[in-house]
């Protein structure tokens, strides 16, 4: 059975930083399309970083230069490190991967994706 499991999340002040993981069972992070999203009340979900299998990485602006994905293969694990957090990074933060996306900014898109994880709630304060 495919699972991703997230967790990292926590309370910080602006500017303070997290890093996020997600565990993968039932198939290897190396062999799946895989990415970082988030919903805060009130909006849409939306793609915040994505890693594809060959290593590739994608960002949305809104996290550019402060958020960084990363891939263990090792321990199954992908990561999203968040540094210089604004409270508009509050949100609830979801893994998700699937085993048939390619190419870029493919990955950012929510809906193309078929496996999810519970998420992780993040909580910037001012």
């Known amino acids: 059975q495919v699972q991703l499991v997230e967790s990292g999340g926590g309370s910080v002040q602006a500017g303070g930083s997290l890093r996020l993981s997600c565990t993968a069972s039932?198939?290897?992070?190396?062999?799946?399309?895989m990415g970082w999203f988030r919903q805060a009340p009130g909006k849409e979900r939306e793609g915040v970083a994505a890693?594809?299998?060959?290593?590739?990485?994608n960002y949305t602006d809104y996290v550019k230069g402060r958020f960084t994905i990363s891939r263990d293969n090792a321990d199954n694990t992908l990561y999203l490190q968040m540094s210089s957090l604004k409270p508009e990074d509050t949100a609830m933060y979801y893994c998700?991967?699937?085993?048939?996306?390619?190419?870029?900014?493919?990955?950012?898109?929510?809906?193309?994706?078929?496996?999810w994880g519970q998420g992780t709630q993040v909580t910037v304060s001012l």
């Open positions: 998700a991967a699937d085993p048939y996306l390619r190419g870029g900014w493919r990955l950012l898109r929510d809906r193309l994706y078929n496996h």
């Open positions: 039932g198939f290897s992070v190396s062999t799946y399309a």
């Open positions: 890693y594809d299998i060959d290593g590739v990485t």
